[in-house]
């Protein structure tokens, strides 16, 4: 201790240096059996018996009640020594200051940091603010699940791009947009495959899964098959192709697997699309021309039906807005698309949708289960060869719209607007375990039912037997 501080016996006022090893104050303590000392500056309190320094919650708010009297007693204002400073009071909105302040939202600190465009990439900022706003893929980085300080992956590693973009952009206290250069040229290395580099615009769904693919293959424990690594876990879910024969009504299913969902937008012109609607149509049961049956091996007429056989726990829409027609040429679709905040997503899985032969609620668990909340809406605007991507998304319950480096406050109303606009929406699954309470199959449960109403006739009929016994006997009397 540099300068010692001194401690003060509380039973006689006697105040006595500490310093290292020797102690004057304990001593003293010693000396005249006093109980308590104190330290003058920070408020600890010595016990003489315990011989050590013990916490009293009294004491230090006493002492904390003196400290700032005190203070107020001796600091002044700037320019205005006389006057001491006024003493503290929480501040209470007043009828005017209530009235300013109702319908405002709390805006909670943190995470809402733009991304600086280097040059027409928009594209990539929009997919890690849907990154960054994803409960799940956060949890996992802040985790620190792939750190990138101890990562022994020669560069680039997508893992640990995106571990420094979580950690800028939650664990430090550095405001003002976040320049992602390291992570741009890691996807530029990883996405020549895909023509996903250099300073042209990119499509966003297509940086998303080049980001998925690579993020897959850059994390420990990533395997071709039955993979768990971050982002099968997190994004990828199995659809069905069930195919069914007219004439032997036998079914072969087709399984594929998915990181997202891409739905057609095909509508009369003017016409309001809706998601649900277009999850409708992509699930319908279509009619395919006569073809050999791989079951029966005649040659006839098919039904094929669509089904997501497996949800994800994040679960993503590509809009198809840019359609290729003839070799190079695209176009936009300008579909007015609406989407919902929520969405259950039941009768679109299989279970529900498959065809005769299956129970129709077998299996698909409560329908709590199927619920999904909006958490992040890509848009693109304007055309195909000018346009522009911004990115609406939610951090708890708050709605922000990203456009590059500029951040504003948004609301889910201004967000479900964008329905001109939106090209690919994230939803995160509301419920994530689910334990059903009896496990036990429904023919155990049932025969359980059957014994216990069993026993409980037997009670009865015991019951009544003895009552007319006693009745007998009273009848004798
Ligand atoms: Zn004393
Ligand atoms: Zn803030
Ligand atoms: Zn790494
Ligand atoms: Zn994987
Ligand atoms: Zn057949």
């Known amino acids: 201790m540099a300068t010692p ?6 039973q006689c006022q006697l105040s006595a240096c500490w310093t290292g090893s020797a102690s004057h104050i304990v001593a003293h303590l010693r000396e005249t059996g006093h109980g308590f000392a104190v330290q003058a500056k920070t408020g600890a309190l010595w016990c003489t018996k315990c011989e050590t320094v013990v916490l009293s919650r009294r004491l230090t708010s006493e002492r904390a009640a003196v400290v700032h009297k ?15 400073r006024e003493a503290y009071t929480p501040w209470k909105p007043d009828a005017k200051d209530a009235g300013l302040l109702r319908g405002i939202t709390t805006v909670p600190c943190r995470a809402h940091r733009g991304i600086l465009n280097l040059g027409n990439t928009c594209y990539l900022n929009c997919i890690l603010q849907t990154f960054l706003h994803n409960p799940l893929l956060r949890n996992y980085f802040l985790a620190d699940k792939h750190n990138s300080k101890a990562c022994e992956r020669a560069p680039p590693c997508i893992s640990c791009e995106l571990d420094k973009l979580f950690s800028e952009v ?30 042209a615009q990119h499509d966003a769904h297509e940086a998303f899964m080049t980001l998925l693919n690579a993020l897959h293959a850059h994390t420990r424990g990533s395997t071709s098959s039955a993979c768990n690594c971050v982002v099968h876990t997190l994004f990828a879910g199995t659809l069905q192709s069930e195919v069914l024969c007219a004439r032997c009504a036998r079914p072969s299913r087709t399984l594929e697997a998915m990181f997202d969902l891409s ?24 009619k395919l021309d006569a073809r050999v049956c791989g079951e029966c091996g005649a040659s006839a007429e098919a039904t094929k039906r669509m089904s997501i056989r497996r949800l994800p726990p994040v679960l993503c829409f590509q809009l198809k807005r840019f359609e290729h027609r003839g070799t190079d040429k695209s176009v936009k679709i300008d579909a007015h698309v609406r989407f919902p905040a ?11 949708v498959s065809a005769k032969g299956m129970n129709k609620n077998a299996g698909t668990g409560p329908p709590a289960m199927y619920d999904y909340d909006l958490f992040g809406v890509v848009c693109h605007e304007g055309q195909l060869d000018n346009g522009h991507y911004t990115c609406y998304a939610r951090l708890q319950d708050e709605w922000y719209r990203y456009d590059d480096d500029k951040v504003t406050h948004a609301t889910l109303r201004e967000t479900l607007a964008m329905h001109g606009q939106a090209y690919m929406l994230c ?3 509301r419920r ?30 015991e019951l009544r037997n003895q009552r007319e016994l006693e009745q007998q006997l009273l009848d004798l009397v």
């Open 5 to 10: 501080s001194p401690w003060v016996c509380l």
């Open 70 to 84: 005190e203070e107020e007693a001796r600091t002044y204002f700037q320019g205005d020594g006389k006057k001491g």
């Open 170 to 199: 939650y664990s430090t206290t550095t405001n003002g947009p976040f320049a992602p250069t390291s992570l741009l040229h890691a996807t530029w290395t990883i996405g020549k495959d895909v023509n996903l580099s250099g300073y």
């Open 263 to 286: 739905l057609g937008l095909a509508a009369p012109v003017g016409q309001m699309l809706t998601l649900e609607g277009c999850l409708k149509r992509y699930t319908r049961v279509e």
């Open 342 to 352: 929520s969405i259950n997503m039941l009768p679109y899985a299989t279970p529900k």
């Open 427 to 429: 939803y995160v699954k």
């Open 432 to 461: 994530l375990e689910y334990r059903p309470l009896d496990l036990r199959p429904s023919y155990v449960r049932a025969r359980e039912a059957e014994i216990e109403e069993e026993k409980r006739r037997e009670r009865e009929r």
